[in-house]
């Protein structure tokens, strides 16, 4: 995403190009395995150009995306051959959310969404605010289009004390599946050789957790497929819950769940494995202990 002038982002044709590739890479590996496994003559040739073709529609769908924001508004505008225009008022965002794809972390890059309170006959949603961009201009986007969530913080982490604890309930309940798979399914023993994978993704998951509590914001940070960093004004928080069983609180440990007000339903995020720490909210706050 190129910086066009003080208020004006713009998506690059060619970072719109890594988008679309990086997300169908999934799709195109398991194009590659059907190819190899049903051997069937010119099915490489033909799953290829569907890939290439969901890549060129994805470039189609997003292209020229523009972010500008206007006084107290943003407005996005995209699309080659069907033109989405969207406006919304600043003050309606509860959230931000940082996403840093498998792929697109490594590369250095980043997308953006909006978790927006509803207005007028508008209902909440979720709305794309950056499909792609380097992760130098983040900074930059933050300061030119929502420099009311430019904020500096210092997450706190998992403890490295609770890491065996965390990789050993996650790897139980998979070695058991695969063991219970390998009873009815041929060759499925194969799949505790995915268990050295397993272990990496989970040591992941457990070093991207992340809580800021501060006067204005609380920030989470967590790993599903796609690492994310959320952003929350504390004025749309609904629910500050504490959760913790038995064995977190003898390691002084919690799982941290937010819940912001979206209408009659409400959004919710939720970070496990945090240091325990005397957190400070609303009335809102609740503990509750398993």
């Not at 505790?192 to 998951?205: A, D, N, V």
């Not at 609180?249 to 240091?275: C, D, H, P, Q």
Request: one cysteine or more; proline letters at 2%; aromatic letters at 14%.
């Amino acid at each position: 995403m190129r910086e066009e002038n003080t208020n004006k982002f713009t998506s690059s044709l060619s970072d719109l190009f890594v988008m679309a590739t990086m997300s169908t890479l999934i799709l195109a590996g398991l194009f590659i395995i059907i190819a190899l496994e049903f051997k069937i003559k010119g099915i490489f040739v033909k799953l290829f150009t569907l890939w290439i073709i969901c890549i060129v529609v994805t470039v189609i769908k997003y292209y020229n995306f523009t972010v500008i924001r206007e006084k107290s508004n943003i407005k996005i505008s995209y699309g080659l051959m069907n033109k989405v225009e969207q406006t919304f008022p600043v003050d309606r965002i509860q959230s931000l959310i940082i996403i840093e794809g498998v792929f697109k972390k490594p590369l250095g890059y980043f997308s953006l969404k909006v978790q927006t309170v509803g207005y007028g006959k508008n209902k909440s949603k979720s709305v794309i605010l950056c499909p792609i961009a380097k992760s130098k201009m983040l900074n930059k986007f933050f300061e030119n289009i929502l420099p009311e969530m430019n904020v500096t913080y210092d997450l706190r982490i998992s403890p490295g004390k609770a890491l065996k604890e965390f990789l050993f309930f996650r790897l139980v309940g998979e070695v058991i599946l695969i063991g219970l798979m390998d009873i009815f399914v041929p060759y499925a023993y194969y799949g505790f050789l995915l268990i050295p994978i397993l272990l990496f993704w989970h040591y992941l998951k457990f070093k991207d957790n992340g809580l800021y509590y501060g006067s204005d914001f609380v920030i989470m940070r967590y790993r599903q497929l796609a690492r994310k960093t959320v952003i929350i004004l504390k004025d749309s928080i609904q629910s500050f819950e504490k959760v913790q069983n038995i064995w977190e609180r003898r390691e002084a440990i919690a799982k941290y769940k937010v819940t912001i007000a979206r209408g009659s339903l409400g959004k919710s995020y939720v970070v496990g494995y945090i240091n325990e720490n005397n957190y400070k909210s609303s009335s809102t706050e609740a503990v509750i202990n398993l």
